[in-house]
């Protein structure tokens, strides 16, 4: 038996800038330059199969950890949007790189910017619609000597680079303002001290996660003065809490109200869809977090649970907005899981567009393998394999399985 999805479904992948572009500066590559060694000492402690450590660069050395290249999609654009026209797609999510666009403070680079018109025309032509991600976790040099998103300024800053954007790419009907800004950046950055500036300070990270939000905010009016009729939102973080017991029952309430709904709460009349990355669900008992069983996991360690997603949908249906699935995929070198992944999750997607949830578009994480932030090179999450000695690309199989669900609009049901 058949399932079609809702007619003029979006189907496609995501990318990010940093990830895939190359040959740029942030303060992601400062600091990639500055932890390389001892991240790849971290992880020499771990018992790395061989066909993670076969992988060029390996997670041993100092190289994976800088960004460098990357995939040099910044000049190879065309050549990869050629590759998901042939795979189906008809949508695409990538981001503008802000400290390309700004390097210096006040200072527009107006050639980086006919880049990115040029990067909106060739997905026109190929007839696939653009997800334009504004902010994905890199900022510009001066922005972060200024505090990055500590310092107040940072919002007038950052509002006045979407306004350059909106008014540069009039035509785009879908723009994302922030990627993961509460529970995975501001997280990572300014509380536990994994992601630059690397701080662990409470005050901090409400500071950053109340400029974030007011940020959003301004930048939706922008958008929306500009054109009315886009749709704007940003993408959120999403985690499946499955909790075993009393306590933890009470803990799934706070770990949602935080990591899951937080952001987009305070931001909800400010949103015109929901969107929705989804990798992994953290099992709870007591006390404990991650007590998962991890019976099969991706390459990165995350416990793969396709109904999770079923479960985070049927949660977010409460906002009455659409939603759209803006990352979901895996850490898979092998390439012997991802077809599987994709399907299962798609039909977990599909009970619940059966069950009355607004959901208009899926894209997979990622189009390419790129570089996965403090973790580098290794993690293989692209339907298109890179080779990053000579940056050629290869389509694996499981991207030809996606690419029959793209086509036909349909999946097989259960």
């Not at 400062?30 to 390996?58: C, G, H, T, V």
């Not at 879908?174 to 536990?192: G, K, M, Q, R």
């Not at 999403?238 to 990591?259: C, L, M, Q």
């Not at 998962?292 to 249906?317: A, R, S």
């Amino acid at each position: 038996m058949e399932q079609k999805f809702p007619s003029g479904f979006l189907w496609g992948a995501a990318t990010s800038s940093h990830q895939v572009e190359g040959g740029n500066t942030n303060d992601w590559t400062e600091w990639e330059q500055k932890m390389a060694k001892s991240l790849s000492q971290r992880a020499n402690s771990k018992n790395w199969p061989d066909f993670i450590l076969k992988n060029y660069p390996n997670p041993l050395q100092p190289a994976n950890y800088i960004s460098g290249q990357a995939c040099d999609h910044y000049n190879r654009f065309r050549e990869d949007f050629d590759i998901a026209k042939s795979l189906g797609h008809n949508a695409h999510r990538f981001s503008i790189e802000w400290s390309r666009v700004e390097p210096e403070e006040g200072k527009f680079d107006e050639v980086v910017i006919e880049h990115y018109r040029e990067v909106v025309k060739s997905l026109r032509e190929r007839g696939l619609e653009p997800f334009v991600t504004l902010w994905h976790f890199t900022n510009p040099l001066w922005i972060s000597k200024i505090g990055d998103w500590t310092n107040k300024k940072t919002i007038d800053y950052f509002v006045r680079y979407v306004r350059k954007m909106v008014e540069a790419l009039t035509e785009i009907n879908f723009w994302i303002t922030l990627n993961e800004p509460d529970d995975i950046y501001t997280f990572y950055a300014y509380c536990v001290g994994k992601y630059p500036p690397q701080e662990k300070s409470f005050i901090k990270t409400w500071l950053a996660l109340r400029n974030l939000i007011l940020a959003h905010k301004k930048a939706y009016r922008v958008i929306h003065q500009h054109n009315s009729s886009a749709m704007v939102s940003f993408a959120n973080n999403t985690i499946y809490f499955e909790s075993r017991g009393v306590i933890a029952r009470i803990i799934k309430i706070f770990a949602n109200a935080y990591w899951n709904f937080y952001f987009l709460r305070k931001t909800l009349a400010y949103n015109d869809f929901i969107g929705c990355n989804f990798y992994h669900h953290n099992v709870l008992k007591g006390v404990m977090t991650n007590q998962n069983k991890n019976v099969e996991t991706t390459d990165v360690g995350w416990e793969i649970l396709p109904k999770g997603i079923y479960h985070v949908l049927k949660d977010l249906k409460k906002y009455n907005k659409p939603i759209y699935i803006t990352e979901n995929g895996l850490a898979d070198a092998k390439d012997d899981k991802r077809t599987q992944f994709i399907e299962e999750h798609l039909k977990w997607i599909y009970k619940a567009i059966s069950e009355n949830v607004d959901i208009r578009g899926y894209f997979h994480w990622s189009l390419l393998d790129n570089f996965e932030w403090d973790k580098g090179f290794w993690p293989r999450f692209g339907l298109v394999e890179v080779n990053y000695q000579t940056l050629e690309r290869k389509i694996r199989p499981s991207a030809l399985a996606y690419a029959k669900i793209c086509r036909t609009n349909k999946i097989e049901s259960f």
